[in-house]
């Protein structure tokens, strides 16, 4: 009777480290996140969908010359027009509601495993200067960190992870071999683009009007606050760069709608966003392989919230249009300008009318907004 009790046991053990087994192998050939190898495109079809869990994985693994990243506030961007502007091959991987610390640890790791990264566009949200320089959005969900180290031993809440091996792995085998199954990949164009979901203009801003605007006590960065920008800056924005001299840091700061310049007004913190804005200007200008951009005074966008789904957000064709105004160098920040930007940049935004946007048509096609953006340009570059 033990014998057989034995015997039994010895074969369940077996069976079960058989099946260990092969779920190991299976997801390790599969690998949706990108943790091994670079997706098998051949035989199967890669969503990219998770941008915490994958970004990773294409960093150390894609083949790219050219990588976009930041926010939410980069999700639109198409890395098909970022290739036809600057060539080569652009993967993108923003990080949404991310940190600056976030956002640099991803840039830090596709440096290191990729020598042929030569431009990096990224967004800098002046919402997000003012962060300690290590912080990470734990309110998120979980952080994989697994993924992101080098211990080969952790590597098991990968590999054996539920959701991988249910939701990913077993239908992603399963898919391949259905009548008319198609491998590939989510293109970058659509990786993270939540253009679809959203309606624009100032019915969706202002679904009650505008009203009336009093300013509120001016509000101003601490000194501890102008520390911890410097800090931010330094090690997440700056640092990166120093070490990477023969690689273009294309950085920008987000033009956010009007509606939110008039909430900092109301709350009276517009001296303290633009003051942290200095700062991060200072520190950013003298690194010569970083260009930096704001679209802030180009107030026919700002102010045209057929452009937006929120205070912050644009549509896509704005993305499009940064892309091309970067490329050809327009709307550049610079050691002999910057100080007259951020002296128009408060002076519009505190003087503005902003009762005005009541009188603004909501286009019933949002579509019309990208083709009615035709600001003007800038003399030279």
């Not at 010895?10 to 058989?18: D, Q």
């Not at 961007?77 to 640890?105: C, H, M, Q, Y």
């Not at 644009?314 to 100080?339: K, P």
Request: hydrophobic share 35%; with cysteine.
């Amino acid at each position: 009777m033990k014998r057989k009790a034995g015997i039994w046991l010895i074969g369940w053990l077996l069976l079960t480290c058989a099946a260990l087994g092969l779920v190991a192998v299976k997801t390790v050939q599969v690998d949706p996140f990108f943790h091994f190898h670079k997706p098998n495109t051949a035989g199967y079809y890669y969503p990219l969908d998770n941008e915490r869990s994958q970004n990773d994985g294409i960093v150390k693994h894609f083949d790219y010359t050219g990588l976009i990243t930041g926010t939410s506030m980069t999700e639109n961007f198409k890395t098909s027009e970022a290739e036809e502007l600057w060539g080569g091959v652009f993967v993108k991987v923003p990080f949404s509601g991310g940190t600056f610390r976030e956002i640099n640890d991803n840039i830090d790791m596709a440096l290191r495993y990729n020598p042929e990264l030569k431009v990096v566009v990224r967004g800098l949200d002046m919402m997000k200067l003012t962060d300690d320089k290590d912080e990470i959005r734990l309110d998120l969900g979980e952080y994989p960190t697994y993924l992101y180290d080098d211990n080969a031993f952790n590597d098991v809440r990968y590999i054996f992870n539920r959701d991988v091996v249910f939701s990913r792995v077993y239908p992603m085998t399963k898919e391949n071999g259905e009548p008319g199954f198609a491998p590939g990949i989510t293109s970058f164009d659509r990786y993270a683009n939540w253009m679809g979901r959203y309606t624009f203009g100032k019915d969706t801003l202002f679904p009650d009007g505008v009203k009336a605007v009093s300013p509120g006590e001016p509000v101003h960065l601490t000194e501890a606050q102008a520390e911890q920008t410097r800090e931010n800056i330094l090690q997440n924005v700056v640092a990166t760069a120093r070490e990477h001299p023969d690689v273009t840091f294309y950085y920008f700061i987000p033009p956010y709608s009007a509606q939110w310049w008039m909430e900092q007004l109301k709350a009276g913190t517009i001296y303290k966003w633009v003051e942290a804005e200095r700062i991060a200007i200072e520190q950013i200008l003298p690194c010569e392989n970083i260009r930096l951009y704001s679209f802030n005074c180009l107030y026919e966008l700002t102010t045209d919230l057929n452009h937006y789904k929120d205070h912050l957000h644009y549509g896509d064709w704005v993305n499009s249009m940064m892309l091309r105004w970067m490329h050809e160098d327009l709307y550049r920040l610079t050691t002999d300008n910057f100080e007259d930007y951020l002296e128009e940049e408060l002076r519009f935004y505190t003087t503005y009318d902003y009762m005005q946007l009541n009188e603004q048509p909501d286009y019933e096609d949002d579509s019309r907004a990208a083709m009615l953006l035709d600001l003007p340009q800038p003399s030279g570059k």
